[in-house]
């Protein structure tokens, strides 16, 4: 055998909290940050590369596993309450649904999309969004046959080459909502946006603040983009915006660059070339929203990086900060896209990463959160032991955690693995117990020890616990 010679301590990569003005902790990997894009080489000992995870992406430890519970849990319930069912799509999707969907000229899939050709000779992409695929899964299953709207939710990685920064990852995380068919009713984009607000309200990731706009339908929105080209020609844009200018001039406005920002100040406002349908549209969802009290800004420059959406988009962040945490709208064009009837539809997507991040800033203490009441067994000797596999299995009958360390360690060593565990209770089994079928319940917290018949014991644990 030979021998592993890892030199780990001088080139794993430095992790470095960065705090954005007046608001969360980003944890980012500096060394990956350091370098620019290096055809996935990186920096450091490069025997030990391949010990790094592609750049720009992350592993997600166990120790972050209970903030990412609690995350998906209140999730799954606000879905599960108003009737969300939850899709799970494939990770790989042909890139075409993409270029057809999202749009080719977008960020996300004419910059961003990681694609990939099989031996087969298809042309598949890792999934830079969840939208699409949902209603390509809903049409393809002839969904539409179905009662209307069909409501669903999904929670998985999603993929996108971005510049890698802090709350900006390459595969990152997302869980969804989209009420697909029925009508195109101002309900359901309130219903979306109030969901993701209340699940942030509960997860307390601190003051919220969401932003509103309509970019219109197929009637009006032409209008408007030819005022925007009339209003943008000749004036001294970014390189992307004269690209913009040509492909996709609505997106004029989502110019994150300095220059641009005086450009976009007098630009002239979509809200003004509304339709009267889109502007009775708009009007209404704010209703609900004021009927909710849920509190919201007019951005008349939100446009959103995709080409399936109209009327309704919105984006919420927290307050003061330009990373949203949730963005959606309305699309109720992207099922025709893609080649099926007209089907109204809304949705939107939560980033996962950064509201584990900002729960994490917030909150530290979440790191130690307990999730569930916890018992330790601790047993001594081989007789103990052998006991302890199916004394283990009826505490899972009765879904309650018991750890045990199976050791051949002293008592002491393993209370000591029960403390650090975090246990409620050790249960200690030794031969003497064995012999007269007993086992011992001790309360971690007081250091009381009382005897119970090994054959009460589930119950027995169930009774503390109640009490
Ligand atoms: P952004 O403007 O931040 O680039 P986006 O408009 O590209 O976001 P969407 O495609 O609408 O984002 O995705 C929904 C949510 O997913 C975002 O609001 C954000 O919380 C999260 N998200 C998007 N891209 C990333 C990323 N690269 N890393 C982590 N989270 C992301
Ligand atoms: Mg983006």
Redesign the pocket.
């Given at each position: 055998m030979g021998r592993l010679r890892i030199k780990l301590a001088s080139s794993m990569p430095a992790v470095k909290k960065l705090r954005a003005k007046n608001g969360p902790t980003y944890k980012v990997n500096t060394s990956v940050k350091a370098k620019p894009d290096s055809g996935e080489k990186q920096r450091g000992n490069r025997d030990i590369d391949f010990l790094m995870p592609p750049r720009?992406m992350h592993d997600v430890l166990p120790a972050d596993a209970p903030v990412r519970d609690k995350v998906v849990e209140a999730s799954r319930r606000m879905a599960e309450f108003y009737d969300f069912a939850e899709i799970n799509t494939p990770v790989l999707e042909k890139v075409e649904l993409f270029k057809r969907g999202v749009g080719e000229k977008t960020?996300?899939v004419g910059k961003e999309m990681y694609t990939l050709r099989t031996k087969g000779g298809d042309k598949l992409a890792l999934r830079?969004?969840g939208t699409a695929p949902v209603v390509r899964a809903y049409l393809q299953h002839g969904m539409h046959k179905l009662p209307q709207p069909q409501r669903f939710y999904y929670f998985g990685p999603?993929f996108?080459h971005?510049r890698p920064q802090a709350?900006?990852?390459?595969q990152?995380?997302?869980i969804g909502l989209e009420i697909v068919g029925g009508e195109s009713d101002p309900v359901y984009d309130a219903q979306i946006i109030v969901m993701f607000y209340r699940i942030l309200e509960e997860l307390k990731t601190g003051p919220l603040s969401v932003n509103m706009n309509s970019i219109g339908c197929r009637v009006c929105r032409p209008g408007y983009r030819t005022k925007l080209v009339a209003y943008y020609k000749g004036k001294d844009v970014c390189k992307d915006c004269k690209d913009r200018l040509k492909d996709n001039p609505m997106r004029l406005l989502d110019c994150k660059k300095e220059s641009c920002q005086p450009f976009k100040a007098d630009a002239p406002s979509i809200l003004d070339s509304l339709c009267s349908s889109c502007r009775s549209h708009l009007k209404q969802v704010l209703e609900y929203l004021e009927e909710l009290g849920l509190p919201y800004f007019m951005n008349p420059t939100l446009v959103?990086?995709?080409d399936y959406y109209n009327r309704t988009v919105f984006?919420?962040f927290p307050d003061g900060e330009d990373?949203?945490?949730?963005?959606?709208g309305r699309y109720d064009y992207l099922a025709e896209m893609l080649g099926g009837r007209p089907t109204p539809a809304a949705g939107?997507?939560?980033?996962?990463?950064?509201?584990v991040d900002l729960m994490k800033g917030e909150n530290p203490k979440l790191l130690q959160l307990r999730i569930k009441k916890k018992v330790f067994l601790v047993h001594i000797g081989d007789l103990a032991k052998k006991k302890s596999l199916p004394l283990m299995e009826e505490f899972r009958k009765a879904s309650i955690p018991i750890r045990t360390s199976f050791g051949k360690d002293s008592l002491s060593t393993q209370l000591e693995a029960a403390n650090k565990n975090r246990s409620d209770m050790a249960l200690i089994l030794g031969q003497k117990e064995v012999y007269e079928e007993t086992i011992i319940i001790r309360n971690m917290e007081t250091g009381v020890q009382e005897t119970v018949p090994f054959s009460k014991v589930v119950d027995e644990v169930k009774k503390r616990w109640r009490s």
């Amino acid at each position: 055998m030979g021998r592993l010679r890892i030199k780990l301590a001088s080139s794993m990569p430095a992790v470095k909290k960065l705090r954005a003005k007046n608001g969360p902790t980003y944890k980012v990997n500096t060394s990956v940050k350091a370098k620019p894009d290096s055809g996935e080489k990186q920096r450091g000992n490069r025997d030990i590369d391949f010990l790094m995870p592609p750049r720009g992406m992350h592993d997600v430890l166990p120790a972050d596993a209970p903030v990412r519970d609690k995350v998906v849990e209140a999730s799954r319930r606000m879905a599960e309450f108003y009737d969300f069912a939850e899709i799970n799509t494939p990770v790989l999707e042909k890139v075409e649904l993409f270029k057809r969907g999202v749009g080719e000229k977008t960020d996300i899939v004419g910059k961003e999309m990681y694609t990939l050709r099989t031996k087969g000779g298809d042309k598949l992409a890792l999934r830079p969004e969840g939208t699409a695929p949902v209603v390509r899964a809903y049409l393809q299953h002839g969904m539409h046959k179905l009662p209307q709207p069909q409501r669903f939710y999904y929670f998985g990685p999603f993929f996108r080459h971005e510049r890698p920064q802090a709350g900006r990852y390459r595969q990152l995380w997302q869980i969804g909502l989209e009420i697909v068919g029925g009508e195109s009713d101002p309900v359901y984009d309130a219903q979306i946006i109030v969901m993701f607000y209340r699940i942030l309200e509960e997860l307390k990731t601190g003051p919220l603040s969401v932003n509103m706009n309509s970019i219109g339908c197929r009637v009006c929105r032409p209008g408007y983009r030819t005022k925007l080209v009339a209003y943008y020609k000749g004036k001294d844009v970014c390189k992307d915006c004269k690209d913009r200018l040509k492909d996709n001039p609505m997106r004029l406005l989502d110019c994150k660059k300095e220059s641009c920002q005086p450009f976009k100040a007098d630009a002239p406002s979509i809200l003004d070339s509304l339709c009267s349908s889109c502007r009775s549209h708009l009007k209404q969802v704010l209703e609900y929203l004021e009927e909710l009290g849920l509190p919201y800004f007019m951005n008349p420059t939100l446009v959103r990086g995709l080409d399936y959406y109209n009327r309704t988009v919105f984006e919420i962040f927290p307050d003061g900060e330009d990373l949203a945490l949730v963005a959606g709208g309305r699309y109720d064009y992207l099922a025709e896209m893609l080649g099926g009837r007209p089907t109204p539809a809304a949705g939107a997507a939560m980033g996962v990463d950064r509201i584990v991040d900002l729960m994490k800033g917030e909150n530290p203490k979440l790191l130690q959160l307990r999730i569930k009441k916890k018992v330790f067994l601790v047993h001594i000797g081989d007789l103990a032991k052998k006991k302890s596999l199916p004394l283990m299995e009826e505490f899972r009958k009765a879904s309650i955690p018991i750890r045990t360390s199976f050791g051949k360690d002293s008592l002491s060593t393993q209370l000591e693995a029960a403390n650090k565990n975090r246990s409620d209770m050790a249960l200690i089994l030794g031969q003497k117990e064995v012999y007269e079928e007993t086992i011992i319940i001790r309360n971690m917290e007081t250091g009381v020890q009382e005897t119970v018949p090994f054959s009460k014991v589930v119950d027995e644990v169930k009774k503390r616990w109640r009490s």
